[in-house]
């Protein structure tokens, strides 16, 4: 089975700054992707970035990006220049290829964005 | 475009009541599934639905859920009879089929259970 861990429960940075969130996961496929989601304290669930598997490229959006160690089974979120409006909690999320379509979901890490 | 659709966005009702939750799904989109998201257990798949038909309903927890999708458009999960156990947020997803195709999120209904 699939697992995922987020080790971080809660994290505070000043606006600006730079954080970063870890995400591992446990798999024996060689197939999958990974994703982060962002739930803002309306409740929402948002995408913020995927990362397909079979590619080295680390995957970016904007002020987001990921550091993908694929050996180590290891996928960090990295945001840039931290806005309030980051203020959230954060899920990564794992899924196997071939059509499986079912993700699996860390814990998540409570992100806080202070001024 | 419109995103997924959930109703009500809080429901708040005593244990053993049946509570119906719905959710209209992105058009086009092929896959439909729901979660439950409690602090303690965090986010579980309880069943998704690929073309109306249910693949994997291995995460309802117990005989007293069950969901439906009687066409593209629309779904619903239903618990009867609810207990306080119950009490969490349900979220209703849709995606594309195909790898690498995220999932959609609605608002999630927040469900209290007394």
């Known amino acids: 089975a699939q697992t995922v861990t987020q080790s971080q429960p809660e994290m505070s940075v000043q606006e600006a700054e730079t954080v970063t969130l870890s995400c591992t996961y446990d798999t024996s496929e060689n197939n999958y992707y990974l994703f982060w989601y962002k739930q803002p304290p309306s409740r929402q669930m948002i995408l913020v970035i995927r990362q397909e598997a079979y590619k080295q490229q680390n995957a970016t959006e904007n002020r987001f990006s990921v550091n993908f160690q694929k050996a180590a089974k290891s996928f960090s979120l990295k945001i840039s220049d931290s806005q309030l409006g980051d203020t959230a909690m954060y899920f990564c999320a794992f899924m196997i290829g071939q059509g499986a379509q079912k993700l699996v979901f860390g814990q998540g890490t409570r992100l806080t964005i202070n001024p | 475009d419109a995103g997924v659709i959930q109703s009500p966005r809080h429901e708040v009702t005593e244990m053993g009541q049946e509570v119906t939750l719905r959710c209209k799904p992105i058009?086009?989109?092929?896959?439909l599934f729901w979660y439950r998201q409690t602090m303690m257990r965090g986010l579980e798949l309880l069943i998704y639905f690929n073309n109306n038909v249910p693949i994997d309903d291995s995460g309802m927890p117990e005989d007293r859920f069950s969901a439906k999708m009687p066409n593209a458009s629309f779904s619903t999960l239903k618990i009867q009879p609810s207990e306080p156990r119950d009490s969490a947020v349900y979220f209703c997803?849709?995606?594309?089929?195909?790898?690498?195709?995220?999932?959609?999120f609605g608002d999630g209904t927040r469900l209290s259970i007394l």
């Open positions: 997803a849709s995606s594309l089929s195909g790898d690498r195709q995220p999932q959609h």
């Open positions: 058009s086009g989109h092929d896959y």
